[in-house]
């Protein structure tokens, strides 16, 4: 029941994520160190805490990298870090692949809009970005759901 709890709590964070950078493109450190030590949580219950410290520790140079090479923002490397423990480590994989297809679809959207107004000539296309939190959340919530 704890566990169910949790996760739920997780989902709303996540989707104040959501909201948080679609809006504004950002996402705050408080809701990523809030998923954090709910993700934590969940690897206490499950008994895998100390090897979900240990992959995240080694995840922080890579995604790191990413984020020097602008490959990624820095609130979404911090929620990925802070979201390795929702998933055993051995779901990672899982966790990592559907967060990726659902960057796509959401990068896909994103050029999609700003096609459409670029045709349309409605407002400045100007220098958008993606709002990759997005597809973080949605690959997060494929993983917890099952969907």
Known sequence: ???????????LSLICVVVTDIYRRSIYNWTVLVIFLMSLG???????????????VGLVPVLYVLWRCHLF?????KLMIGLVPVVPV????????????AGSIVAGACLAWRWIKLVTGRG???????????AIAAGT???LYHF
């Open 42 to 56: 969940l690897a206490v219950l499950r008994g895998d805490a100390l090897c979900c410290l240990l992959v995240a």
């Open 73 to 77: 923002g820095g609130g979404d490397v």
């Open 90 to 101: 051995a779901g990672l994989l899982s966790l990592f692949l559907s967060i990726a297809v």
């Open 1 to 11: 029941m704890l566990y169910n709890f949790i996760i739920v709590l997780i989902s």
């Open 124 to 134: 400045d296309i100007g220098d958008q970005t993606v709002p990759y939190g997005v």
């Open 141 to 143: 919530f494929i993983n």
